[in-house]
């Protein structure tokens, strides 16, 4: 199931604390959100879940968490000062700005008007004046990607993990992008988070490594709950290419407002290292890079047997946050009818995305002895470090229960007066609805299940 569109996403997202609109109070800034008690819990384990699987269950991955504010010399040579650009085109009636490529004809989306101007470059990068003085001399970019910092700590994390090729460096953290037109909610916005793997391979084992990242991005959106019927292959043509790309694949999926890009996986070539080298001359590189005399390490690996240095090649799979967030937020979204007439609102997440992976709630608010054993099952749930385990003290489990289903907690747990005489919690699931009993000793093993951890 999905959502019918995106304003039901929306209104969850709102109503339910995962997302506001960021500056609300003041009435906005286009292009910037918050992420309320459940956002920030659903986007703590998307990370979580990624880095697992590229960090911890990988033997060939090192984890990196460079700095945001970047030195100039690093986006000049990696060519985003001079390419990082969209193309602009301002509406002369009603003034408005537009992506050119993004027009499905030359005329205005706002008023209609066929007077655009000429598409001319603009470059996303935001800039800030580094120090007290600003004279225009001391400003740094804040990263329009995370991925350059990896390069450039190439050589440290080598000399200090004495790894060889093929191997990655992976790394999460904000990206910012001056977006022309960011829209369709956290889509397209101009601060976000990209969870990057940069993979090092030998020339000539490119391609292979390529297909195998592709094949292996895909599987891991499908553990997060994305089905593989709605992810679509897109190979970029070459003249829609980024200027380091022989390759790339976006993985795309099919949004609420239509198919577009959530991952690109890129086959970068020598590029990128090529254009960070000291003793570029010397080393055969095959890309098309500019001379850098400011460069002071030589980010190359050593043959062991022929001494011969080389440039490694790199594949990149680099994934949005936020983009990761609506599609799974959009696949788990359903609204069902109950019994032919009632209808609930589920998200069935998977259990490690769920913000809040169990709520116990007390039969009786008031009832002291019911809510100290909640109070203590909630307690001990929480000590086995799984995530947020909710005490729901609403005295409503009609209500909690329909919340809970809202925001994805995969059960609920009721305390009730047969708990204070027998031991007996009510475990009730998300998916099936299905109540069944169990003693209080067992909901720790019953929480592990759920999660995959039993
Ligand atoms: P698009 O063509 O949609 O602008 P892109 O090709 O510029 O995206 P990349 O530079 O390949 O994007 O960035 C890698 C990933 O970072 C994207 O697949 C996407 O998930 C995420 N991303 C890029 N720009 C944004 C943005 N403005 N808002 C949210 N996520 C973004």
């Not at 380091?244 to 795309?252: A, G, L, P, R, V």
């Not at 995305?353 to 909630?378: G, H, M, Q, T, Y």
Request: with cysteine.
């Amino acid at each position: 199931m999905a959502a019918k569109n995106m304003e039901e996403l929306v209104s969850l997202c709102k109503r339910r604390g995962f997302i506001f609109q960021s500056g609300e109070l003041y009435g906005g800034l286009q292009g910037l959100y918050d992420f309320g008690p459940l956002g920030v819990e659903l986007k703590n384990n998307l990370k979580k879940a990624w880095w697992s699987s590229m960090v911890y269950e990988r033997d060939d991955v090192e984890g990196l968490d460079a700095s945001i504010l970047t030195k100039p010399a690093v986006l000049q040579h990696s060519g985003h000062e001079d390419t990082f650009t969209d193309p602009l085109v301002d509406c002369k009636s009603c003034k408005s700005r537009w992506r050119a490529d993004r027009l499905d004809s030359m005329s205005c989306p706002k008023c209609g008007s066929k007077e655009l101007t000429k598409p001319r470059p603009f470059n996303l990068m935001f800039k800030t004046n580094l120090g007290p003085v600003d004279d225009g001399s001391s400003f740094a970019y804040l990263r329009p990607e995370t991925a350059q910092q990896i390069f450039t700590n190439f050589k440290n994390v080598v000399d200090s993990t004495s790894r060889s090729i093929p191997f990655g460096i992976a790394q999460v953290g904000k990206a910012f992008r001056n977006e022309v037109t960011p829209r369709n909610f956290i889509f397209r916005v101009r601060e976000f988070e990209q969870m990057e793997l940069e993979f090092f391979v030998h020339k000539g084992s490119d391609e292979k490594w390529h297909e195998y990242w592709v094949e292996k991005r895909l599987c891991w959106w499908e553990q997060q709950g994305v089905s593989r019927s709605k992810l679509k292959e897109f190979v970029v043509p070459s003249e829609d290419l980024s200027h380091y790309s022989k390759k790339t694949i976006d993985i795309m999926y099919e949004f609420p407002h239509g198919l577009e890009e959530l991952e690109g996986v890129a086959n970068r070539t020598d590029f990128d290292l090529g254009s960070h080298t000291k003793n570029q001359d010397s080393l055969n590189i095959d890309a098309t890079i500019k001379e850098n005399t400011d460069s002071v390490s030589r980010l190359a690996t050593q043959d062991a047997e022929t001494k011969e240095w080389s440039v490694p090649y790199v594949i990149e799979p680099s994934a949005g946050v936020e983009r990761g967030m609506l599609a799974i937020l959009n696949e788990a979204y359903s609204v069902e009818k109950i019994d032919g007439k009632k209808e609930r609102t589920v998200l069935s997440l998977k259990p490690h995305l769920s913000p809040i992976k169990a709520a116990v709630i007390p039969l009786k608010r008031n009832n002291k002895d019911i809510v100290r054993v909640a109070k203590e099952v909630k307690e001990g749930l929480q000590r086995l470090g799984l995530g947020r385990v909710l005490l729901e003290n609403t005295g409503n489990i009609g209500k909690s229960y329909r919340k809970h289903d809202e925001v994805g907690t995969p059960i609920c747990i009721t305390i009730d007066f047969e708990t204070l005489e027998n031991k007996t919690i009510t475990v009730r699931d998300r998916d099936t609805m299905a109540q069944t009993k169990a003693s209080v000793s067992e909901a720790p093993e019953i929480l592990k299940n759920i999660l995959g951890q039993g």
